[in-house]
């Protein structure tokens, strides 16, 4: 019997997108934070790695930005 996908150790990586809510990210997606690096003039020039979240199998993403616990969803877009 096959197993689900879901519980695959290396499961095909995608997003779904809820209504009005987060980013559900799949697929035990690495999630890094990274900072711009610009030039003494301001300019961007690149990105740094500044830390990784803890790895999950799954991730919700707020993309409403009413988030505290920013990058990930708290719920706090429910009207
Ligand atoms: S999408 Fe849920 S708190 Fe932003």
Do not use: F
């Not at 980013?23 to 997606?29: E, T």
């Not at 020039?45 to 199998?57: C, M, P, S, V, Y």
């Amino acid at each position: 019997m096959a197993m689900p996908e879901s519980e695959a150790p290396n499961p095909t990586p995608k997003i779904t997108i809820q209504t009005d809510g987060p980013y559900i990210v799949h697929g035990s997606v690495p999630l890094v934070q990274k900072q711009q690096v610009v030039s003494e003039h301001g300019e961007p020039l690149a990105w740094e790695k500044t830390g990784e979240l803890e790895h999950r199998k799954t991730y919700a993403l707020c993309r409403c930005g009413q988030s505290a616990h920013k990058p990930l969803c708290d719920g706090s877009h429910k009207p």
